[in-house]
């Protein structure tokens, strides 16, 4: 089975930066960062497949980059200004072409206004 490891997760004050890294233990079509609070449904924020296409939350638009090294089997989520309302769990995600999905154990990402 695929197993996703993540680091880069922290404590930042408003309009700082943090860099997310996910490492798959295969190559994956497509990888991505989702993030989670409490009482809320978790959301996609960022994804990205293996020819580079990628897509967006509409609220990290122009703030987040997502990146993927395929050789390295390796995604990662450069969080630019950040705001307090970025503060969640952030989980890396992995799914095959068989639509089968993988996920990280989440990184917590604290951002203090």
């Known amino acids: 089975q695929v197993q996703l490891v993540e680091s880069g997760g922290g404590s930042v004050q408003a309009g700082g930066s943090l860099r997310l890294s996910c490492t798959a233990s295969?190559?994956?079509?497509?990888m991505g960062w989702y993030r989670q609070t409490p009482g809320k449904q978790r959301e996609l924020v960022a994804r990205?497949?293996?020819?580079?296409?990628?897509r967006y939350a509409d609220s990290v638009k122009g703030r987040f980059t997502i990146s993927r090294d395929n050789a390295k089997n390796a995604v990662y989520l450069q969080m630019n200004s950040l705001k307090p309302e970025d503060t969640a769990v952030y989980y890396c995600?992995?799914?095959?072409?068989?639509?089968?999905?993988?996920w990280g154990q989440g990184t917590q990402v604290t951002v203090s206004s």
């Open positions: 990205i497949t293996t020819g580079g296409y990628t």
């Open positions: 995600n992995a799914e095959d072409a068989a639509l089968r999905g993988y």
């Open positions: 295969e190559n994956i079509f497509r």
